[in-house]
T-cell receptor, first 114, second 113 residues
Framework: DAMVIQNPRYQVTQFGKPVTLSCSQT?????MYWYQQKSSQAPKLLFH???????NEADTPDNFQSRRPNTSFCFLDIRSPGLGDAAMYLC?????????????FGPGTRLLVL | KQEVTQIPAALSVPEGENLVLNCSFT??????LQWFRQDPGKGLTSLLL?????REQTSGRLNASLDKSSGRSTLYIAASQPGDSATYLC????????????FGKGTKLSVKP
């Protein structure tokens, strides 16, 4: 089945130790989004790729970076995780205005910072 | 500022009840409105999408309505079941080419057997 896959599902890192979260998709969608979601909060868009074009949200800290080496894969890099970065990180894909208006989400990666 | 609000934050009902979840948005110039379901510790699953020109959409026991002029949408769940227990999120697309969504915080629904 076509889907959005996130690895790992759970990630434990130490304060200040770089971490990379992975997302892959078999849907061939041109847009990939990264969200941060804290408990009982709305998903907060960090950035997204429209094809190869990177679009950063204005309030996303510089500590968060992303890479999209090809259509199928997208990575979220946290350069120096702080305790406040502990959250669920969600990847989503879509093909807006080209027939796929909703977003398809992966299962998320739960990040714990010690 | 474009904001999406969902009330109540949590709702507990006995099995079999019909229920309504509410969503309001501050800017009525929407492109579409979407309802998602999120199970604990999981990603989001799309339930219904209503285009700005539509008044409602139905899928099984779910019915979503849209009133753009008042900035409101409701999600109606008929004959609720324990398996419906989850958090329901409303999200608004304002029509940018990138398809960005603005989410509400969700309503956490618990259906008791």
């Amino acid at each position: 089945d076509a889907m959005v896959i996130q690895n790992p599902r759970y990630q434990v890192t130490q304060f200040g130790k770089p971490v990379t979260l992975s997302c892959s998709q078999t849907l061939n969608h041109n847009v990939m989004y990264w969200y941060q979601q804290k408990s009982s909060q709305a998903p907060k868009l960090l950035f997204h790729y429209y094809d190869k074009d990177f679009n950063n949200e204005a309030d996303t800290p510089d500590n968060f970076q992303s890479r999209r080496p090809n259509t199928s894969f997208c990575f979220l890099d946290i350069r120096s995780p702080g305790l406040g970065d502990a959250a669920m990180y969600l990847c989503a894909t879509s093909r807006p205005r080209q027939g796929v208006e909703t977003q398809y989400f992966g299962p998320g990666t739960r990040l714990l910072v010690l | 500022k474009q904001e999406v609000t969902q009330i109540p934050a949590a709702l507990s009902v006995p099995e079999g009840e019909n229920l309504v979840l509410n969503c309001s948005f501050t800017d009525s110039a929407i492109y579409n409105l979407q309802w998602f379901r999120q199970d604990p510790g999981k990603g989001l699953t799309s339930l219904l999408l209503i285009q700005s020109s539509q008044r409602e959409q139905t899928s099984g026991r779910l019915n979503a309505s849209l009133d753009k002029s008042s900035g409101r949408s409701t999600l109606y769940i008929a004959a609720s079941q324990p398996g419906d227990s989850a958090t329901y999120l409303c999200a608004v697309d304002y029509g940018g080419s990138q398809g960005n969504l603005i989410f509400g915080k969700g309503t956490k629904l618990s259906v008791k057997p």
